[in-house]
T-cell receptor, first 113, second 114 residues
């Protein structure tokens, strides 16, 4: 149990476009999901906490108007990178919380040209 | 807020030797400490965790110890194997009810040489 999927696994886009990433908990309901960003050879940096039915809580330094998060149901959270730029290229990973354990999705490799 | 320090950043051991990774945390309210293993390009996988009411936990070749007074916790891997090679992250969380943010250490790249 505790499977989290993420789609797409890889995306390449042009600068200025928007990209939507989906995170789904497949076999459990997740009131809380988290979005992380990971640059090469670095740790996971929490971007925001997504709560079902309410606004996301963003970490300091993360632009909420650029990284739009929607947690429409107990099994789905989406992250939209708006007007993406090359510096947004990174590995984006979501996690879903069941009790006090976080289960991670497989990640999305975003490359902005 | 919470700050997690992890050492060493890289660790190389011979197959069969033990590996120890240490983390310290700053928030005395933190009560949940998981360890994740991440292979290149893949998701972090939970390998073991410990809660603040326990001082030590073991699962086969992996063990974690927690010293709440000193605010540090460690991962011990015995009889290392080449497939243990990966990046290991410690994390700390102040878990309340159903929510708790994980704050990660910077990671340790473990290389196990055959």
């Amino acid at each position: 149990g505790a499977v989290v999927s993420q789609h797409p696994s890889r995306v390449i886009c042009k600068s200025g476009t928007s990209v939507k990433i989906e995170c789904r908990s497949l076999d459990f309901q997740a009131t809380t999901m988290f979005w992380y960003r990971q640059f090469p050879k670095q740790s996971l940096m929490l971007m925001a906490t997504s709560n079902e039915g309410s606004k996301a809580t963003y970490e300091q330094g993360v632009e909420k108007d650029k990284f739009l998060i929607n947690h429409a149901s107990l099994t789905l959270s989406t992250l939209t990178v708006t007007s993406a730029h090359p510096e947004d290229s990174s590995f984006y990973i979501c996690s879903a919380s069941r009790a006090d354990t976080q289960y991670f999705g497989p990640g999305t490799r975003l490359t902005v040209l | 807020g919470e700050n997690v320090e992890q050492h060493p950043s890289t660790l190389s051991v011979q197959e069969g030797d033990s590996a120890v990774i240490k983390c310290t945390y700053s928030d005395s309210a933190s009560n949940y400490f998981p360890w994740y293993k991440q292979e290149l390009g893949k998701r972090p996988q939970l390998i073991i965790d410990i809660r603040s009411n326990v001082g030590e936990k073991k699962d086969q070749r992996i063990a974690v110890t927690l010293n709440k007074t000193a605010k540090h916790f460690s991962l011990h891997i015995t009889e290392t194997q080449p497939e243990d090679s990966a990046v290991y992250f410690c994390a700390a969380s102040t878990f309340r009810g159903s929510q708790g943010n994980l704050i990660f250490g910077k990671g340790t790249k473990l290389s196990v040489k055959p």
